[in-house]
């Protein structure tokens, strides 16, 4: 079975400080691996998506992510926080099957302090 | 643009009485997700259409159900809402031909029960 655990369910920040939210994976085949985001009252957006072409994925915003096998992680960083990165963030992977279903994490909220 | 569109996007109902979510596409992708998702929390698959065929979750109240009358659209019954129906509902599509096919999302309707 495939499961996905984020660390801290809030990250306070301050503008310009690095940001890194974590996930960590468990899956008996090789994963795919995504970040989403989302603001108050909207949909979930993707941020960026890992597929096993490369190990660091850049995604929209600044934001990239880095695939360590040998950790089961896939931490979302940005190296300067800015006031509009304050969402809730949402690491998920791929379930294989049938229509693919995505197994979310529990979710982070980012703050960030002006 | 290609989108997901959930009408509508604010929904007021009564205790007991029955509503409908709904969810449309231009993507022309053959899987549509309903996902609820509550305060603080990630969401929750509820069901899913591969092309016409209906696939529920083991643990989703028979109050829910669900119809696809064509590529495009889906919708999203409830039968008789109770106060711990309120949350979010979001729809997405995705392709599923593959596991590394993201999932894209609606923009929710918020449905509060009186």
């Known amino acids: 079975a495939q499961s996905v655990t984020q660390l801290g369910s809030h990250v306070s920040v301050s503008e310009g400080a690095l940001v890194l939210l974590r996930c960590n994976y468990s899956s008996s085949v090789p994963p795919y691996l995504f970040w989403y985001v989302q603001y108050p009252n909207q949909g979930l957006q993707l941020l960026l998506k890992?597929?096993?072409?490369?190990?660091l994925v850049k995604g929209i915003n600044g934001f990239e992510a880095e695939f360590k096998k040998s950790e089961t992680s896939f931490h979302l960083t940005k190296p300067s926080a800015h006031m509009s990165d304050a969402a809730e963030y949402f690491c998920a992977v791929s379930s294989w099957g049938s229509s693919y279903k995505l197994i979310f994490g529990s979710g982070t909220r980012l703050l960030v302090r002006p | 643009d290609a989108m997901v569109i959930q009408n509508p996007r604010y929904q007021v109902t009564q205790f007991g009485k029955p509503v409908t979510l709904s969810c449309s596409q231009t993507?022309?992708?053959?899987?549509m997700y309903w996902y609820q998702q509550k305060s603080s929390q990630a969401p929750k698959l509820l069901f899913h259409?591969?092309?016409?065929?209906?696939?529920n979750e083991a643990d989703t109240p028979d109050n829910f159900q669900s119809r696809r009358p064509n590529t495009s659209f889906c919708f999203l019954d409830i039968r008789s809402p109770g106060l711990g129906d309120a949350a979010m509902y979001l729809c997405?599509?995705?392709?599923?031909?593959?596991?590394?096919?993201?999932?894209?999302f609606g923009p929710g309707t918020r449905l509060t029960v009186l």
């Open positions: 997405a599509t995705s392709r599923a031909t593959s596991a590394n096919n993201e999932q894209f």
């Open positions: 993507l022309n992708h053959n899987v």
């Open positions: 890992y597929t096993s072409a490369a190990t």
């Open positions: 259409y591969y092309d016409k065929d209906f696939n």
